[in-house]
């Protein structure tokens, strides 16, 4: 056994088993090959694999580096989903019996066994440009001290080491290979979320041209299966909230968004026949008159007169009133909205009143640093 896989004094072994696609792209050959391997019972998919090259079949080719969830080198797929190999432990895995396949990452091309070719995911991520714009050749001070509350805004993205886990199981991609996708729009909010950056309008108008942050069909994948915990569509939300709020506001999805805050805040419904209107245009609105008549006659949509309000409504516009009163907008507001979220579930675990200073959305406790 390789001199640093063999087992520890007084530790056991255990039998695993792989199937994984095998695949060249200069031949086209493919082909799901099975393996079995004897192990210390501590290790991780990328030491089954290496101990797999070394012992069984030189010609395996995967990417690693650091072994221990820094380099984001080992991005693959286990059982259809993206797993770094060097966090996934294997003990359960084989003592349940079950055989997993391991395939290469999603939306990349495939080189060679479970190898991408990551330049597409870089090009994105240059398109970003993911550095500090600070607005000014030479500083006019020697420091410059970014709050803890600043720097909350931008924690999660922070931690990106970029993998593509992300990009692997993101749907938009799959459905239009030029979205920016998920691992880039995480750092593109790394740096629209940074004080010390002057671009933010530029970046937020880069952001939201076509391919951009609209596009992105909200199904948290991205956000499952990240293994860092930066939750690439929480950033992709940040963007919009922070579009929104610096009159970036001219593409379909920012005039959808906003539509339905009016529309909960009016009526506490959501009305959907002024949805397009509202979002597309009056024209675009016109031409879908047919299929819109089509709806209504089923009954999938309500009459447009006279509006449907909510028994409750004034419940939802004191809701907005209170976020616009506490100033809960752009990506700051959405962090708050997480804190405070996290709060009350912690009290109430805790069994502590909701309405207590504590726990009110949008306060920050008082042991929070400003
Ligand atoms: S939430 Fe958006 S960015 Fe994330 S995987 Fe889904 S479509 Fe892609
Ligand atoms: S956001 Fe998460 S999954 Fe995506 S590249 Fe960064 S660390 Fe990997
Ligand atoms: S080998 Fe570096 S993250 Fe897995």
């Not at 031949?27 to 210390?40: I, M, N, Q, S």
């Not at 970036?248 to 002024?274: I, N, P, Q, Y």
Request: hydrophobic share 35%; with cysteine; aromatic share 6%.
């Amino acid at each position: 056994m390789h001199s640093e896989l063999a087992p520890a004094p007084g530790s056991t072994t255990i039998d695993v088993a792989l199937k994984i696609w095998r695949y060249d792209a200069e031949t086209g050959e493919k082909e799901l090959k099975r393996y079995e391997v004897e192990a210390p019972d501590w290790v991780t998919l990328l030491d089954v694999l290496d101990l797999i090259k070394d012992k069984q079949d030189g010609t395996l080719a995967y990417r690693k580096s650091c072994r221990m969830m820094i380099c984001g080198s080992c991005g693959m797929r286990m059982d259809g989903a993206a797993v770094l190999a060097c966090k996934t432990r294997m003990y359960d895995i084989a003592k349940s019996g079950h055989v997993p396949v391991i395939s290469p990452m999603g939306n990349l091309p495939v080189r060679k066994d479970l190898v991408v070719d990551m330049d597409p995911f870089w090009s994105k991520i240059r398109a970003m440009k993911p550095w500090l714009d600070p607005g000014y050749e030479e500083p006019a001070e020697k420091e410059r001290i970014v709050s803890q509350q600043q720097m909350n805004v931008i924690h999660k993205e922070a931690l990106c080491i970029m993998c593509g886990c992300c990009v692997s199981e993101c749907n938009s991609m799959e459905s239009d290979p030029e979205f920016f996708g998920p691992a880039a729009l995480a750092k593109g909010m790394r740096f629209v979320g940074d004080a010390r950056d002057q671009a933010d309008v530029a970046r937020l108008n880069d952001y939201n041209a076509e391919h951009g942050i609209w596009d992105c069909t909200r199904c948290y994948f991205c956000n499952e299966r990240c293994p860092k915990g930066v939750d690439p569509r929480d950033a992709i939300a940040k963007l919009g909230a922070e579009s929104i709020k610096q009159g970036v506001d001219h593409d379909m999805g920012a005039k959808h968004a906003k539509w339905f805050v009016t529309s909960a805040k009016t009526t506490g419904w959501l009305r959907e026949t002024e949805l397009v209107p509202k979002t597309q245009g009056v024209v675009s609105a016109i031409k879908q008159t047919k299929f819109a008549l089509g709806l209504a006659r089923r009954g999938k949509v309500p009459p447009p007169v006279p509006p449907h309000v909510a028994a409750r409504v004034d419940e939802s516009r004191k809701l907005y009133n209170l976020v616009k009163e506490q100033g809960r907008d752009g990506a700051l507001g959405i962090v708050q909205g997480e804190h405070a979220l996290g709060r009350i579930e912690f009290a109430e675990q805790a069994g502590v009143k909701t309405s207590d200073p504590e726990v009110r959305p949008g306060v920050e406790p008082p042991h929070a640093e400003g």
